[in-house]
């Protein structure tokens, strides 16, 4: 089974192959492949965050065509009530199907919210009030706000399985869809 996941960035190739080892025996080959989210680089809304996941997935499916699965995975920030947000959208599509799943939601502090809305994105703020580099290939803010008890890649994997739910239960979803 041949996996394309639409980043480089091993916090998301892990996080899809470990949901896919989850739920399938058969052997995986992942293919990370780097392309456009099509999106901000900090996209600020729901809708802007899912476009982004949707996107990458769609032009790794370009990029890499034939593959058996295409995995997007976009991270974004809302704002509600003058407090921020971080989550992500991961789509997981084939041929046949495209399934969106979200991650849990959880509160920035005020320091990364303030460089935010000045336009930074989240990966340069973590790295700027924690004082690390790269965090956004490791643990990620919730990783850096929870000190390590959640992970930017578990936060991930778990979304990325739910993904697969439509994947698992073909006759429920696939298979309804196309007799809809």
Known sequence: MKIVVASKNPVKVNAVLNSFLACFDSELE???VSVSSG??????????????????????RQLVPGASFYAGIEGGVSLHNDRLFAFAWIVIANDDFESHARTATFELPPSIRELIV?????????????????????????GLLTQDRLTRESLYQQA??????????????IEAAKEA
Not at 39 to 60: C, F, K, W, Y
Not at 160 to 171: G, Q, T, V
């Open 30 to 32: 992942v293919v990370p």
């Open 118 to 142: 000045q336009g930074m994105e989240l990966g340069d703020a973590d790295d700027l009030v924690f004082k690390k580099q790269n965090s956004k290939q490791q643990n990620g803010a919730v």
């Open 39 to 60: 999106v901000s680089d900090q996209p600020m809304t729901e809708d802007e965050t899912l476009q982004g996941a949707i996107n990458r997935a769609q032009h790794a």
């Open 160 to 173: 990325a399985l739910l993904a697969l739910i439509p994947f698992l239960n073909r006759e429920l979803y």
